[in-house]
């Protein structure tokens, strides 16, 4: 068999039409029973949930569930699993499967932002496999699986760098609106009536348009920074 990086592997989405490959294949390379919820967070996760094809026969996959973090600190990539039957390793195929999916993390509309999983701690080829893609060990959880010994894990974790997330430099109209919000901090430090009166002829108090230009300078800058952001790919 040929070194990895000669080994030609395609990629297919799962789907409703090839969902029992998956099913058949983590029968076959796990030690756990997965459920109905399984499948259908495997499914929701769209391009992430993949089969990997060796010679048009189907040797591997990667199974993943996209999560909310905790205090709305963006999209993390849960694996939930990822394998290749016995014969077939050691030639590159998960490497290939966990590749693409990291590359697939950068190109994803809503960045994400972390990548984990859970392995047995006696799971040495994984935990090397995961390692080598810079996964590192946050934690062990005692007695996380119910029927396989040992019942301890690890959870592996990869923070995506902020440099993978797709930020652009800022344009010079964002500059100036920022440079523009110098003046309202002056004016919270007390010089605030005597400039929006003299700005103004208006008749309104002056602290009132104080806030309100404030406001809506800082409405018109997050909308610039959130402009950034959905186009900057
Ligand atoms: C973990 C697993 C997916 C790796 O797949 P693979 O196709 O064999 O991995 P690769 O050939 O891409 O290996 C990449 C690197 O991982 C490490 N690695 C993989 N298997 C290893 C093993 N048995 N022992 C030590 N290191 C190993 C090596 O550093 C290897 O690089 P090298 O071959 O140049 O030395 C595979 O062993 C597997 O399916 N295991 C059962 C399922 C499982 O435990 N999945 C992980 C939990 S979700």
């Known amino acids: 068999m040929g070194k990895p990086q000669d080994v030609h592997v395609s990629f297919d989405t799962v789907r409703d039409k090839n969902l029992m490959q998956l099913k058949k294949l983590n029968l076959s390379i796990f030690p756990v029973t997965y459920q109905d919820k399984f499948y259908t967070?495997?499914?929701?996760?769209?391009?992430?949930?993949?089969?990997?094809y060796y010679a048009d026969l189907c040797v591997?996959?990667?199974?993943?569930?996209?999560?909310?973090?905790e205090g709305g600190g963006g999209v993390r990539l849960y694996i939930m699993t990822l394998g290749v039957l016995a014969p077939y390793r050691r030639m590159g195929i998960g490497s290939k499967l966990l590749k693409?999916?990291?590359?697939q993390c950068e190109q994803s509309e809503s960045p994400i932002v972390e990548v984990y999983l859970h392995v047995q701690t006696n799971n040495d080829a994984a935990i090397e496999f995961y390692k080598k893609f810079d996964f590192e060990i946050t934690e062990e959880i005692k007695n996380y699986y119910k029927?396989?010994?040992?019942?301890?894990?690890?959870v592996l974790s990869k923070i995506l760098a902020p440099s993978k997330l797709r930020v652009v430099p800022v344009d010079l109209k964002l500059l100036a609106i920022t440079e523009e919000l110098e003046p309202c901090r002056g004016e919270e430090q007390g010089?605030?009536?005597?400039?929006?009166?003299?700005?103004?002829?208006?008749?309104?108090?002056?602290?009132?348009?104080v806030q309100?230009?404030?406001?809506?300078?800082?409405f018109t800058f997050?909308?610039?920074?959130k402009s950034v952001f959905l186009h900057s790919r």
């Open 191 to 209: 010089d605030g009536k005597q400039r929006a009166v003299a700005r103004s002829p208006d008749d309104r108090d002056p602290v009132n348009r």
């Open 222 to 225: 997050n909308s610039n920074i």
């Open 147 to 154: 029927h396989i010994e040992p019942p301890d894990c690890f």
């Open 212 to 218: 309100e230009e404030k406001e809506r300078r800082a």
């Open 41 to 52: 967070d495997a499914l929701s996760s769209g391009d992430f949930t993949k089969l990997a």
């Open 100 to 103: 693409k999916t990291l590359e």
């Open 60 to 69: 591997g996959c990667i199974a993943c569930r996209l999560e909310k973090k």
